[in-house]
T-cell receptor, first 111, second 113 residues
Framework: DAKTTQPTSMDCAEGRAANLPCNHS???????VYWYRQIHSQGPQYIIH???NNETNEMASLIITEDRKSSTLILPHATLRDTAVYYC????????????FGSGTRLLVRP | DADVTQTPRNRITKTGKRIMLECSQT?????MYWYRQDPGLGLRLIYY???????NKGEISDGYSVSRQAQAKFSLSLESAIPNQTALYFC????????????FGEGSRLTVL
């Protein structure tokens, strides 16, 4: 699976959009981009995933560049409860489904 | 009740002791996983199972063993615990198919003295 690079930490104001970048310059054509988050020491929570088209669900939007070498997770209106560590992961959709989690980005939402 | 339940939630033990962490799920998923989390290292896959007869090693399986007693139960064992196995352990499940999300338990914090 391709390696991902994320900033160690970020912050944003409550109510504003949080834009979390991820670099995956060695991604292969059949690898998907997944995002999970972890609030404090709770179990990680799935957010969204995509291949090459932008995706949106009730939690977030995922913007993938045309060359697929980077992506951005957007939380449109961040709340204090969105303070967490966000993990960007790339993987092939094969039967093994191994998710290799890196160190993630620690997002702090300020009041 | 949680969909994925881990027991115990916290455990302190001594070097050399045998420890079992248990995971049960009510989601009816076939696929179950054990991860370990260390500060600054994200989550690393220990073992995963696609059904009761299919067990696979992850990236850090040395020192660990697993048992899939039933579709809903997947246990992780440390036969002889050592201090560098002190970590937060997570169980996860997902349904069949190649995409989809993992559902995680709340974690089991293990300290080996």
């Amino acid at each position: 699976d391709a390696k991902t690079t994320q900033p160690t930490s970020m912050d944003c104001a409550e109510g504003r959009a949080a834009n979390l970048p991820c670099n995956h310059s060695t991604i292969s054509g059949n690898e998907y981009v997944y995002w999970y988050r972890q609030i404090h020491s709770q179990g990680p929570q799935y957010i969204i995933h995509g291949l090459k088209n932008n995706e949106t669900n009730e939690m977030a939007s995922l913007i993938i560049t045309e060359d697929r070498k980077s992506s951005t997770l957007i939380l449109p209106h961040a709340t204090l409860r969105d303070t967490a560590v966000y993990y960007c992961i790339v993987r092939v959709l094969d039967s093994s489904y191994k998710l290799i989690f890196g160190s993630g980005t620690r997002l702090l939402v300020r009041p | 009740d949680a969909d994925v339940t881990q027991t115990p939630r916290n455990r302190i033990t001594k070097t050399g002791k045998r420890i079992m962490l248990e995971c049960s799920q009510t989601k009816g998923h076939d696929r179950m996983y054990w991860y370990r989390q260390d500060p600054g290292l994200g989550l690393r896959l220990i073992y995963y199972s696609f059904d009761v007869k299919d067990i696979n090693k992850g990236e850090i399986s040395d020192g660990y063993s697993v048992s899939r007693q039933a579709q809903a139960k997947f246990s992780l064992s440390l036969e002889s615990a050592i201090p560098n196995q002190t970590a937060l352990y997570f169980c996860a499940t997902r349904e069949q198919g190649d995409a989809g999300e993992l559902f995680f338990g709340e974690g089991s914090r293990l300290t080996v003295l």
